[in-house]
């Protein structure tokens, strides 16, 4: 869906610089926002490999298994529904973190997996299970403690504070988190 409305966005652009005599107009938007594109790769690329790294270091020496048994305790009440120990556990765990830091493209393959060892756990594999929904609320409005993209799009547009959104991020996120938490009980709750 979200396709069609971009896709009708840029023809209906087109049409209208055709229309008005603007056909210049499109050829210089397209180039500048090539440039644009290629340079913010360039700008986040490295901040984004630096985060990475670090993830896939702490990953790699089971830095993430450890957080992950610290955070078990909170995660068995957050997912009653799953074994304690199982997998899955360490996968959300491994999730939460990468979110927290900002790197969704860390969170990503952590989230798939995640979703992979709960559909273990699924008794009806054509629903999405409690702990799947549950996840799915966490993961999409988890707390984002430095919030790495957007300090470097900060810093790429030149801000002159460019980590001055780390603050209101962090309670931005947290309430977001917790009133998706309080929603995803409260509908459970009614659905049982």
């Known amino acids: 869906m979200v396709n069609k409305i971009w896709g009708f966005f840029i023809i209906s652009g087109i049409v209208f610089c055709f229309f ?22 360039f700008k986040i690329f490295p901040v984004m490999a630096l985060w990475l790294g670090i993830m896939q270091i702490a990953s790699s020496s089971g830095l993430l298994n450890i957080f992950a048994n610290k955070l ?13 120990g199982h997998e899955s556990l360490s996968f959300i765990a491994s999730n939460i973190v990468a979110n927290m830091f900002g790197l969704g493209n860390a969170a990503t393959p952590f989230g798939l997996k995640a ?23 966490l993961n999409t409005s988890g707390v984002t403690i430095i919030p790495t993209t957007i300090i470097s799009l900060r810093m790429m547009y030149k801000s002159i504070t460019p980590t001055a959104i780390v603050l209101p991020c962090i309670i931005a996120t947290s309430l977001s ?3 998706g938490l309080i929603l995803d009980r409260i509908i459970s709750r009614r659905i049982k």
């Open 20 to 41: 008005t005599g603007n056909i210049k107009l499109i050829n210089d938007e397209i180039l500048n926002c090539t440039k644009s594109a290629i340079d913010m790769i």
């Open 72 to 84: 078990s305790i909170l995660l068995t009440k957050i997912f009653p529904d799953i074994p304690y």
């Open 115 to 137: 979703m992979e060892s709960l559909q273990t756990l699924n008794n009806k594999k054509d629903t999405a299970s409690r702990s799947m929904i549950t996840f799915l609320v």
């Open 177 to 179: 988190t917790i009133a």
